[in-house]
């Protein structure tokens, strides 16, 4: 496969010209046009290269054909195409906190209270639309390069794809399970000892904005856990992630009974430990968001087939929870 691409890089312009073009080999022969260029052309969805060949950008030996033609091997299957613009999402100056970025992909510690998407109720002021007026070639790539969320109140790192073939890399890493993604939180309880969950995920069954573990269907869902120190009443943890559904470490942790402090819609009725300070009182009943902070990620950069990895502190109300805790200790 050979590629000239006019614009290869998302921070130059808003549009990008593709112009790829690769031979058919043996093994594809007999198979039907379409399914061989998405064999060919990994970096594009199957939806925009059927477009493509619809609209005559992306030929056989030079010709128009239909999706459905089947192909004898030897062809030369070319594309000529504009990326369209994947959404009418706005740029907004939203400060950023880049912890890595090259030309491929940059890596975001992302604060509590971000939104990462626009959605219903918020189609401004999200990650995406920072992320757009950092690089407004991210116009040209699905979801603006987000690959992965975290929820609007988890604070951490997250990666973003800025081209197309490092997102769909990365996608492809996020499916594999090659990307390593740790976590810190804070859990009422006093666990003994680390251990792992699974339990398959789905959409609550009335409760549509919540998940729920569910024993027939869902998702697959699997997270590790361990002991970093164990508290009167609380237990501070360190989660891995093998999968990647919404909510997992907050519906998990629930799930096998120690529920992430500050979780309003899984924790349940806010219990009162026993011998606390009215400081630390108020700290738990105003903590105001789940104590869950993804601290570490690593992945193998779709470019250079390195492994890389990145680590970020623990926010300050976390640290300052966790700062309680500990002074609650030497106090019992």
């Known amino acids: ?57 992306l030929l056989v030996d030079g010709r128009a054909a239909k999706g459905k033609e089947k192909l004898f091997g030897g062809e030369t299957l ?30 975001i510690n992302k604060p509590k209270g971000l939104v990462v998407h626009p959605g219903a109720g918020n189609r401004t002021g999200t990650l995406l639309n920072g992320l757009l007026h950092h690089c407004p070639g991210l116009v040209n790539v699905p979801r603006a390069g987000i690959v992965h969320r975290l929820d609007k109140d988890t604070t951490g790192l997250m990666v973003v794809a800025k081209t197309l073939h490092a997102h769909a890399n990365l996608v492809a890493q996020l499916q594999e399970r090659t990307v390593g993604r740790e976590y810190e939180a804070v859990v009422q309880g006093e666990m003994t000892g680390g251990g792992r969950v699974e339990a398959n995920l789905g959409r609550h069954p009335r409760q549509r ?40 470490i907050r519906v998990h942790m629930a799930h096998i009974g120690y529920p992430l402090v500050g979780d309003a ?51 300050d109300d976390m640290e300052d929870l966790l700062r309680q805790l500990k002074q609650r200790e030497t106090e019992l």
């Open 1 to 57: 496969m050979t590629t000239s691409n006019t614009d290869n890089s998302p921070l130059d312009s808003h549009v990008e010209v593709v112009e790829q073009e690769a031979v058919v080999p043996e093994h594809l022969s007999g198979k039907r046009f379409d399914v061989a260029a998405a064999t060919l052309f990994p970096d594009f969805s199957r939806s925009r290269l059927q477009t493509w060949i619809k609209s005559g950008e």
């Open 78 to 107: 070319v594309i000529s195409a504009e990326l369209e613009e994947q959404g009418d999402w706005e740029a907004e100056p939203i400060e950023l906190d880049v912890v890595y970025e090259d030309k491929d992909i940059m890596v």
């Open 209 to 248: 904005q919540k998940m729920a573990v569910q024993d027939f269907g869902g998702k697959e869902a699997i997270t590790h856990y361990r002991l970093l120190q164990r508290f009167s009443g609380f237990t501070h943890i360190r989660v891995k992630l093998e999968t990647g559904r919404t909510h997992q």
């Open 265 to 315: 819609t899984y924790a349940g009725r806010f219990k009162i430990p026993k011998n606390i300070s009215l400081e630390l009182l108020e700290k738990l009943r105003h903590f105001g968001r789940q104590a869950l902070h993804a601290a570490q990620l690593g992945l193998i950069h779709p470019e250079t087939d390195e492994y890389m990895e990145w680590q970020v502190p623990r926010p």
